[in-house]
Nanobody, 124 residues
Framework: QVQLVESGGGLVQTGGSLRLSCEVSGRTFSNSAMGWFRQAPGKEREIVAAISWSGSSTYYADSVAGRFTISRDNAKNTGHLQMNSLKPDDTAVYYC?????????????????WGQGSQVTVSS
């Protein structure tokens, strides 16, 4: 059984930083692409960032490019999302997800396994 356990969400002021982590168990993480998604109240889930199996290829939504950094440590079966210069518009529940293929896509429908979600709240 595949499990994704997230940690690191919380409340931060505008301009602050948070780091989300996602530990994967139950499958070979090193062969899986990972994505981070978020969903704000009343809005659809959207992709934030994604990373290929090796970490050599990454994607960022325009809204977070230059502020967020996605990374992974295959030896520890863990992925991370470093979020800097946070804004109130970044407030959402953030989800990590993996798909059993080496390369990422931008569609949530292509990801098979999901974390439990982490609330990120940015106060103005």
């Amino acid at each position: 059984q595949v499990q994704l356990v997230e940690s690191g969400g919380g409340l931060v002021q505008t301009g602050g930083s948070l780091r989300l982590s996602c530990e994967v168990s139950g499958r070979t993480f090193s062969n899986s692409a990972m994505g981070w998604f978020r969903q704000a109240p009343g809005k659809e889930r959207e992709i934030v960032a994604a990373i290929s199996w090796s970490g050599s290829s990454t994607y960022y939504a325009d809204s977070v490019a230059g502020r967020f950094t996605i990374s992974r440590d295959n030896a520890k079966n863990t992925g991370h999302l470093q979020m800097n210069s946070l804004k109130p518009d970044d407030t959402a529940v953030y989800y990590c997800a993996v798909r059993p293929y080496r390369y990422y896509t931008r569609s949530a429908d292509d990801y098979n396994y999901w974390g439990q979600g982490s609330q990120v709240t940015v106060s103005s």
